[in-house]
DNA sequence: ATGAAAGCGCTAACAG
DNA sequence: CTGTTAGCGCTTTCAT
């Protein structure tokens, strides 16, 4: 009588099945699946219709084990509501695949301290760690240094500048965007700010009253929106219901202008555009629908991913490379939701900027 | 002259270097970090010490190589850009979370096949996988099944239904659609569907046509924009221009209705609600954004996400447990964009939703 | 309750 | 080019 295999489970085809069939050494059925490895083609032949039979694969698992490396790398997002978060994680996310690695992700909760979860970075031994939205404590990070796992900020960065970057320009598209409303005929300019503490309306807002005052404007009257939409409409709401209504709002991001959009247009009866401008951050995806049509300043999505690798890439390679903060440039991109300058409007890859 | 560390990655402290400082076996540090296992209090506190000095955390590589679990379940997602999506993701990463998963995120190549990523699936022995969006050929469904990876489906479902999946009421919230227009005195709807092979466009228009068909309604127009939203304003561009205008559009998902607004808007100058209404279906977050103010079928992402979990603790805990098909229902939300029945109109957990 | 010993499935020297 | 031999860091019997 037959003995038939057990049930439940079966167990995967091991390196060791595999070699048994093909009547070669469990090492060699190794090579046969390590892309530069010396092994005789014919060899090679026999442990791949070995395999193929037993449909085996090999265990990542036990490979990172040896290796210490796991070719996967966290990523750290939360505040996927504001569209840009899930365009910004499916470029990276492509980025990284196409460098052979995987994504663990990790949905931070919003007020929850992401160090707990980022406990199981250092468990997984995971090869590096990208934070996008998500604060990280400066002593995590300092953890991640010792432990030789490279992190790289996505859209935020810490004061000391310890810890690697990658984010638009805050600084210069907020500056940009005030000389566009000055030359716009803007005269009381507002502001919505996202979170205080974070570095993005920081230096957004910086940017902005900085280059307000070199255009001999007032000061912004300004409002907190904490990068929520319902905040942000009430922000919305009381810079419009001023004495001296703002003739423009700049929101720190698109997420709290799609916020102001609705509140201007339905609650004061303002059209966007033309009785008052609105001005986001970020181009997010909703932004360049038509129903929305939201001036914005665009961040350079896919490059700002394929940055995160290439100073990942670096840092996995000299673990002692010093912190990199990479700035990358946008554009002003012009809709409907704020009004034209006179000068400076250009066409460029099918969609205005501002180009003064 | 004292010995220095070698430079580098700093190796990070194992059970063994934790055992000798602590002065007890190894298994005892083992034992002291499982939950379950009988081991003294005092060893146990001065295993915790020893590990506290050390910085140890156990390698859950090394772990998951003997249990064979990974603790790692595998995400397929894609089209992100429909904000239907990073919401279920986030609810469903939350939830994995909390389960004590972690995820580890693919996201598939819009026209690529899903498969050669998901071989990945079967390297890193993950404990199991959830599509959401993605295709998946009924031979790596197969493949997965015999190797004890349980998968469920995710707003998706293949014809066989040999595969456990999580679903919206697609067809109930059609014909509940196809009602509301009635009722609203609409008579010539139109439908924009999405993919042609996926079940979600195929069920939703079937239980919109069939609906429509016993009210005695005619069949509905019909335009494809393949749940992409250039096409789908292309659709809507094609239907609106039909020398029988349609009083009402129907699209088989929300991404596509948000692209229907704009054309009947700004290039028909037709305002949604009131010269034509525009229903979409998921309540994607957009939808419930003032400026776009979109009538749609709420799919509930959160019970959704909470049954995909468990689900997969079903068919975890037994490995021979049948394929579950769970059909989720949802409401009709009523915002701005459809006109309203004089009937059934209620309010409910603070919106509007129609209750014939 | 604890330690010794045997692997999990694989890679990486090391001889041949 | 190939097989042999050690482990990677941990869990898990099995005695004690």
Request: positive net charge; aromatic residues 6%; proline residues 8%.
């Amino acid at each position: 009588m037959a003995k038939t295999r057990a049930p439940g489970p079966i167990r995967a085809a091991t390196a060791h099945d595999v070699a048994r069939l093909a009547g070669v050494s469990q090492s060699a059925v190794s090579r046969a699946f390590t892309p530069g490895a010396s092994i005789a083609p014919d060899t090679a032949r026999k442990v791949a219709e070995a395999a193929a039979r037993l449909g085996y694969r090999p265990n990542l698992i036990a490979r990172s084990l040896i290796t210490r490396r796991s070719s996967i790398i966290g990523v750290a997002a939360a505040y996927l509501e504001n569209p840009f978060y899930p365009a910004m994680l499916e470029a990276l996310s492509t980025a990284l695949e196409g460098a052979g690695y995987r994504v663990l992700l990790f949905t931070a909760r919003p007020g929850e301290s992401s160090d707990p979860i980022l406990e199981e970075v250092l468990r997984y031994r995971l090869d590096a760690l990208v934070m996008a939205s998500a604060s990280l404590s400066s002593r995590f990070a300092l953890e991640c240094r010792q432990a030789g796992i490279p992190v790289v900020l996505l859209n935020r960065r810490t004061e000391d500048g310890a810890t690697s970057s990658v984010t638009g320009d805050n600084h210069g598209g907020a500056a940009l965007i005030a000389r566009f409303l000055a030359a716009g005929g803007h005269r009381r300019p507002a502001f919505i700010a996202g979170l205080e503490n974070a570095s993005t309306s920081r230096e957004r807002e910086a940017g902005f009253r900085e280059a307000l005052a070199a255009l001999g404007l007032p000061p912004p009257l300004r409002a907190v929106g904490h990068y929520d939409f319902a905040e942000a409409a009430r922000a919305a709401r009381e810079l419009l219901s001023a004495p001296e209504r703002p003739d423009a709002l700049f929101c720190a991001n698109d997420h709290m202008a799609f916020a102001a959009l609705g509140v201007a247009r339905r609650e004061f009866g303002l059209e966007p555009g033309r009785e008052v401008s609105i001005i986001g951050f970020d181009d997010a995806g909703p932004a360049s629908w038509p129903v929305v049509d939201l001036t914005t300043y665009a961040q350079p999505i896919q490059p700002m991913a394929a940055r995160v690798l290439s100073i990942l890439s670096h840092h996995l390679a000299d673990p002692a490379a010093p912190a990199v903060g990479a700035v990358m440039p946008g554009e002003l991109v012009l809709r409907g939701s704020a009004r034209l300058p006179p000068q400076g409007v250009v066409t460029q890859e099918g969609r205005l900027v501002w180009k003064p």
